[in-house]
């Protein structure tokens, strides 16, 4: 299908979660698990990372997918609360 036809289901969920995270010895660092209801999904390494600075905070922003889904979280870094934003199927 023609990605200007694929259609998505996208919805919003500005939720807190908890999640397993991966340093990569460079001083970044990518979410591997993510608890959702108390289920443990993993995560395969983000393919789109972006940053975005509120104030004096900066909020890193993540895209990943478990090949299933697609997720959209973020890792504020002052707080250090990890935030599940977005939700979609592939």
């Keep these: 299908m023609p ?3 694929r259609l998505y289901n ?7 979660v908890s999640v397993i995270v991966r340093f990569n010895g460079k001083g970044g660092v990518y979410p591997v698990y ?6 443990y999904v993993k995560l395969k390494k ?7 600075r509120m104030g004096r905070n900066f909020i890193t922003h993540f895209s ?3 090949g299933i889904n ?3 979280l973020a890792l504020n870094h002052e707080t ?3 935030t599940l934003e977005t939700l979609s199927d592939e």
């Design 3 to 5: 990605l200007s036809t």
């Design 80 to 82: 250090l609360e990890w």
């Design 46 to 52: 983000p393919d789109a990372v972006w940053k975005e």
């Design 64 to 66: 990943t997918t478990d």
């Design 10 to 16: 996208m919805e919003r969920i500005d939720k807190r």
């Design 70 to 72: 697609r997720y959209i």
């Design 34 to 39: 993510i608890n959702l209801s108390g289920n």
